[in-house]
């Protein structure tokens, strides 16, 4: 199956998904209107896309509950600008449901969430409709570039100092 989240830096938000043994995470880019958008231009707030990250997983390995757990761990949801450092339409939070179930799964975790804390909770739930592979130098990031990718998360406020 397979399921997608923008939580800011999509970077940043493919080790957390690995770590719990989903089969697959690819950066890219949903939400928008243009095909086939640029990092440049989704970084740039031209596209009206946001980074996303596609999971591939096993349900019965890691249900989606699980992955709404990891995602909501890993993002500040009562931002409405952003994440961290990244800022802008881009990096802002979405779920791209994918079925009924999905949907009333993100949307009770957020009133959950929104009744806990008293706050405004800043996650877009979306049907899914496009989701478009970044380019390769994204892929796997961490892995490619790990004392860079180690400066990104410590810059960026997602680890501290």
């Known amino acids: 199956m397979k399921a997608y989240f923008a939580g800011g ?3 940043c938000m493919t080790p957390v998904f690995k770590a719990y043994g989903v089969d697959r995470v690819v950066c890219g880019y949903s939400g928008g209107k243009e095909k086939n958008p640029s990092y440049k231009d989704v970084k740039a707030q031209k596209t009206g ?4 990250v596609m999971i591939e997983y096993d349900p019965v390995k890691v ?3 699980k992955l709404l757990d990891i995602f909501f761990s890993n993002v500040d949801p009562f931002d409405a600008g952003g994440q961290f450092i990244d800022r802008g339409h881009s990096y802002t939070l979405a779920v791209f449901y994918t079925s009924d179930e999905e949907k009333e ?6 009133s959950k969430l929104r009744e806990g804390s008293g706050k405004d909770v ?3 739930v979306e049907p899914f409709s496009e989701f478009y592979e970044a380019e ?3 892929q796997d990031y961490y892995l490619k570039n790990p004392s860079e990718f180690e400066k990104e998360l410590e810059t960026s406020g997602r680890k501290p100092l």
Request: glycine share 0%; with cysteine.
């Open 63 to 65: 249900p989606y509950k």
């Open 122 to 124: 800043f996650v877009s």
């Open 136 to 138: 390769e130098y994204h």
């Open 105 to 110: 799964l993100v949307r009770a975790r957020i």
């Open 9 to 11: 830096c999509f970077w």
């Open 49 to 52: 896309h946001r980074e996303t």
